[in-house]
């Protein structure tokens, strides 16, 4: 039996997808324990890329169990019309598995999303506006449908009338939106309940019984530390916990069974959304960070946010999800640059900050200390053992396993399967 989960170190977009999609070769069942359809893992094989929102990476692999775990905000619109994409280029679907216990993504979820994120004005969060906030809000509030209610016609009958009532009324009265109108509200989501009918189950107890049988399970994560709901840039976070420790929550397995972590590290720094960014570049730097790594959004398309990486953010992501080692991934980004700079620390009103300031007001105003580096001035894209890296290279990557105290498990040089330096030969 091993466990292992693969966790954001940053403010998400750190190309989890590819590293979780390497490791699910080995791993009998690949898991997607919190998060929505807000999240998008791109994995490239053989030149051909795969945009996946709910869907577990490890999809592209026959005979493995992809399961969608009780922590999901699950979209069934979403789903399926990944389901019918993936289909269509031949991926066989027969191993997925949705939680019974998961929450349900409704219509009004996604529009009261979109409004009430407007309507906080300059405060507001930069949404991607896909209803997973208000889900676990209704998850909380105790007025949530799950994934089993959506199987019952009745359950969901009377559960979708009481709810669309409350809402409609927020709606109108709130926002000035329309009202939604619950009869096809309803038509359409038992039409999606039948289809999905064959992959819903006890997730929970499927997965402690293939922990029992030794199974290889890789808990896959999504957004990032940064955007943890307790431990991020509160309130422009997310609404649930990518940390290592949400995989209690979000899939019913105890952290004692837990093995190893993998955070994924991105070689600089991007963020998406409001809320503060130490070591953003609001210059020609942040452009050709953007235009070289096209970094815009899987799902939204936005442009993102981009600067130097920060390994104050990863140090702190270490220590709140116990990370055993590190893939570090964009590497092959840097290739051109003359210098590349790392933020070691940061300084506030004079003095050096040993920790991740609570306050937003502290972090907006904090000054990165950068210690620069030599670029390598060359492609790295061929590289396939890390001895054969450029000095410059291994140079920086050796002092952001120093800075941040966490072992080099994983060097990604490049988007394909193929393009990648493993180091650490436990992970599984």
Same mark, same amino acid.
């Given at each position: 039996?091993?466990?292992?989960?693969?966790?954001?170190?940053?403010? #998400?977009?750190?190309?989890?997808?590819? +590293?979780?999609?390497?490791?699910?070769?080995?791993?009998?069942?690949?898991?997607?324990?919190?998060?929505?359809?807000?999240?998008?893992?791109?994995?490239? =094989?053989?030149?051909?890329?795969?945009?996946?929102?709910?869907?577990?990476?490890?999809?592209?692999?026959?005979?493995?169990?992809?399961?969608?775990?009780?922590?999901?905000?699950?979209?069934?619109?979403?789903?399926?019309?990944?389901?019918?994409?993936?289909?269509?280029?031949?991926?066989?679907?027969?191993? *997925?598995?949705?939680?019974?216990?998961?929450?349900?993504?409704?219509?009004?979820?996604?529009?009261?999303?979109?409004?009430?994120?407007?309507?906080?004005?300059?405060?507001?969060?930069?949404?991607?506006?896909?209803?997973?906030?208000?889900?676990?809000?209704?998850?909380?509030?105790?007025?949530?449908?799950?994934?089993?209610?959506?199987?019952?016609?009745?359950?969901?009958?009377? @559960?979708?009338?009481?709810?669309?009532?409350? &809402?409609?009324?927020?709606?109108?009265? %709130?926002?000035?939106?329309? /009202?939604?109108?619950?009869?096809?509200?309803?038509?359409?989501?038992? #039409?999606?309940?039948?289809?999905?009918? /064959?992959?819903?189950?006890?997730?929970?107890? %499927?997965?402690?019984?293939? +922990? &029992?049988?030794?199974? &290889?399970? %890789?808990?896959?994560?999504?957004?990032?530390?940064?955007?943890?709901?307790?431990?991020?840039?509160?309130?422009?976070?997310?609404?649930?916990?990518?940390?290592?420790?949400?995989?209690?929550?979000?899939?019913?397995?105890?952290?004692?069974? *837990?093995?190893?972590?993998?955070?994924? =590290?991105?070689?600089?720094? !991007?963020?998406?959304?409001?809320? /503060?960014?130490?070591?953003?570049?609001?210059?020609? *730097?942040?452009?050709?960070?953007? !235009?070289?790594?096209?970094?815009?959004?899987?799902? !939204?398309?936005?442009?993102?946010?981009?600067?130097?990486?920060?390994?104050?953010?990863? @140090?702190?992501?270490?220590?709140?999800? #116990?990370?055993?080692?590190?893939?570090?991934?964009?590497?092959?980004?840097?290739?051109?640059?003359?210098?590349?700079?790392?933020?070691?620390?940061?300084?506030?009103?004079?003095?050096?900050?040993?920790? +991740?300031?609570?306050?937003?007001?502290?972090?907006?105003?904090?000054?990165?200390?950068?210690?620069?580096?030599?670029?390598?001035?060359?492609? +790295?894209?061929?590289?396939?053992?890390?001895?054969?890296? /450029?000095?410059?290279?291994?140079?920086?990557?050796?002092?952001?396993?120093?800075? !941040?105290?966490?072992? %080099?498990?994983?060097?990604?040089?490049?988007?394909?399967?193929?393009?990648?330096?493993?180091?650490?030969?436990?992970?599984?």
């Amino acid at each position: 039996m091993s466990c292992v989960v693969v966790t954001g170190t940053q403010w #998400g977009d750190e190309g989890k997808g590819k +590293i979780v999609d390497y490791l699910a070769q080995q791993a009998n069942v690949v898991v997607r324990f919190q998060g929505g359809s807000n999240a998008g893992h791109t994995v490239v =094989v053989g030149g051909e890329a795969y945009k996946l929102r709910l869907m577990p990476s490890g999809i592209l692999y026959k005979g493995s169990l992809c399961v969608v775990g009780n922590g999901v905000a699950f979209d069934p619109m979403i789903m399926l019309e990944e389901m019918d994409a993936l289909k269509k280029r031949g991926i066989d679907l027969s191993g *997925i598995r949705i939680s019974n216990r998961a929450h349900v993504v409704l219509p009004y979820h996604r529009i009261m999303d979109g409004v009430g994120d407007e309507a906080r004005g300059k405060e507001k969060i930069g949404t991607t506006k896909r209803g997973i906030g208000p889900c676990y809000m209704d998850r909380d509030n105790r007025i949530g449908i799950r994934v089993c209610d959506l199987m019952d016609k009745d359950e969901l009958a009377k @559960r979708l009338k009481e709810n669309m009532a409350r &809402k409609n009324k927020e709606l109108q009265a %709130l926002y000035g939106h329309e /009202p939604l109108d619950y009869d096809a509200v309803l038509a359409e989501y038992l #039409g999606y309940a039948e289809r999905l009918r /064959p992959y819903v189950c006890d997730t929970i107890a %499927l997965l402690n019984e293939e +922990i &029992k049988a030794g199974s &290889k399970i %890789l808990f896959e994560g999504a957004q990032a530390t940064m955007l943890d709901i307790d431990y991020g840039t509160y309130p422009y976070v997310t609404a649930s916990h990518p940390i290592s420790g949400g995989v209690g929550v979000g899939a019913g397995v105890a952290p004692n069974r *837990i093995d190893k972590v993998v955070g994924i =590290v991105k070689a600089y720094c !991007t963020r998406v959304g409001e809320g /503060p960014f130490p070591t953003e570049q609001l210059n020609a *730097i942040g452009e050709k960070i953007r !235009t070289d790594g096209h970094e815009f959004g899987v799902v !939204t398309g936005r442009p993102r946010r981009t600067g130097w990486l920060d390994a104050c953010v990863v @140090r702190y992501a270490g220590l709140l999800s #116990g990370i055993d080692y590190m893939a570090v991934t964009r590497l092959d980004i840097l290739d051109d640059f003359d210098e590349i700079k790392m933020c070691v620390a940061y300084k506030y009103k004079g003095e050096i900050l040993n920790e +991740i300031p609570a306050s937003l007001k502290v972090l907006a105003k904090v000054e990165p200390v950068y210690e620069t580096f030599a670029g390598w001035k060359t492609s +790295i894209r061929k590289v396939r053992s890390y001895d054969d890296l /450029p000095e410059k290279a291994k140079q920086y990557l050796t002092r952001m396993a120093e800075v !941040t105290g966490i072992a %080099l498990g994983i060097v990604s040089v490049g988007p394909n399967r193929d393009e990648t330096i493993v180091l650490a030969k436990d992970i599984f």
